[in-house]
């Protein structure tokens, strides 16, 4: 939809008070976000805003998540993970409007002109349209 690979996707389930990642499943162990944090994700989750970061790199944040090898991916050089450079964020919202987590875009490169297309606001808008769907899946409502 995106056009971006599987490793640029990242969904997270609120639990407790913490983020944690449900895709990748490296990310799965690496660790979670507590929603008291200033990171991306936790804004997202506390504002139930989305956003767009066409310069992300220049955006003060928690890079942990982005120094893990990610799967192999058709010819990429995953020997070195590359950092994000755009990123899209929006929140995952329940009928009742509780935020269940947070699915996450990104487009990364050693550069921000090797990232690919900035994102648009229509971009966003199917990024939301995706969280409402993946809203209604058994897998946001797990324990």
């Known amino acids: 939809m995106f056009q971006v690979q599987q490793t640029e996707v990242a969904i997270l389930r609120l639990n407790r008070g913490l983020l944690h990642f449900i895709f990748p499943d ?3 162990t690496a660790g979670s976000i507590p929603i008291s944090s ?3 994700a936790a804004h997202t989750a506390i504002s139930k805003k989305s956003e767009i970061f066409n310069n992300f790199a ?3 944040h928690a890079s942990i998540f982005e120094t ?3 799967g192999s991916t058709e010819g990429v050089d995953v ?3 590359l950092p994000i450079q755009k ?9 009742n409007a509780k935020v269940l987590g947070v699915i996450q875009i990104s487009r990364k ?5 090797f990232a690919g297309a900035d994102f648009s606001r229509e971009d966003l808008h199917e990024l939301e349209m995706a969280a409402g769907i993946l809203a209604a899946s058994s897998v946001m409502r797990m324990s």
């Open 79 to 81: 020997s070195e993970p």
């Open 58 to 60: 220049r955006v003060k």
């Open 109 to 113: 490169g050693s550069e921000a002109n």
């Open 68 to 70: 893990i090898k990610l």
């Open 26 to 28: 490296e990310l799965r």
């Open 87 to 95: 990123l899209m964020s929006a929140p995952v919202v329940d009928e």
């Open 38 to 40: 200033s990171s991306i």
